[in-house]
């Protein structure tokens, strides 16, 4: 069964540590951009759990971008291991569905 790019991007935040997800989420507010998109405002980051950023990355980017924003800033934070597995569960990866 092929998972849905929410699906992969709930799994992979999921792993991350409480101290994991506070930086990514830090990161994620100040990451750089494809032109015509903003970043998430922090008000909306600052008490979100796993699977409100996964929402806030839905809504702002679209699944499939949301899915690069993710890979970019789990390299940010120097969490290499989980940014290429999601790499690999990616849309170009074939793993997930729009």
């Known amino acids: 069964m092929t998972?849905?790019?929410?699906?992969?991007?709930e799994a992979m935040l999921e792993e991350l540590e409480a101290d994991q997800l506070k930086n990514f989420k830090?990161?994620?507010?100040k990451t750089k951009l494809k032109e015509g998109y903003a970043n998430i405002p922090k008000g909306r980051l600052e008490?979100?759990?796993?699977?409100?950023?996964?929402?806030?990355l839905i809504r702002y980017y679209q699944e499939e971008y949301a899915v690069e924003v993710a890979i970019n800033v789990l390299g940010e934070i120097?969490?290499?291991?989980l940014a290429g597995m999601l790499?690999?569960?990616?849309p170009e990866g074939g793993w997930c569905v729009g």
Do not use: F, G
């Open 87 to 90: 790499r690999r569960k990616s």
């Open 47 to 56: 008490k979100a759990d796993a699977m409100d950023v996964v929402d806030l």
């Open 26 to 29: 830090r990161k994620l507010n």
């Open 78 to 81: 120097k969490d290499k291991d």
């Open 3 to 9: 998972k849905t790019c929410q699906d992969i991007l």
